[in-house]
Nanobody
Framework: QIQIVESGGGLVQPGGSLRLSCAAQ????????MAWYRQVPGKRRDLVAL???????TYADSVKGRFTISRDNGKQSIYLTMNRLEPEETAIYFC???????????????WGRGTQVTVAS
């Protein structure tokens, strides 16, 4: 069974920084793409940043130059360093991973439960 565990959310002032962490745990054969999404209640879940196992990255236009996604394949983990945060980026941040397992055999998408990020004075 696969578990996706996020940490690092919290309250930060506008213009401040925060670092999120996410670890995939369980019977992992291959861990492909991992990503961070965010969602405000009542709205859709949007991609923030994605990183492949080869460390190729993709960012939402709104976060380019401020957010950095990184990955440690040995730890099955990704990180999101967020700088110059804005109040409208208050949301629940979810970690995503596309993983192949051998027992049972298959490739599926997995999500964490989310971590709250609040940007306010």
């Amino acid at each position: 069974q696969i578990q996706i565990v996020e940490s690092g959310g919290g309250l930060v002032q506008p213009g401040g920084s925060l670092r999120l962490s996410c670890a995939a745990q369980g019977n992992i054969f291959v861990n492909y793409d991992m990503a961070w999404y965010r969602q405000v209640p009542g709205k859709r879940r949007d991609l923030v940043a994605l990183i492949t196992k080869e460390h190729t990255t993709t960012y939402a236009d709104s976060v380019k130059g401020r957010f950095t996604i990184s990955r440690d394949n040995g730890k099955q983990s990704i990180y999101l360093t967020m700088n110059r945060l804005e109040p409208e980026e208050t949301a629940i941040y979810f970690c995503y991973a596309r993983i192949t397992t051998m027992e049972p055999i298959g490739t599926n998408d997995y999500w964490g439960r989310g971590t709250q990020v609040t940007v306010a004075s």
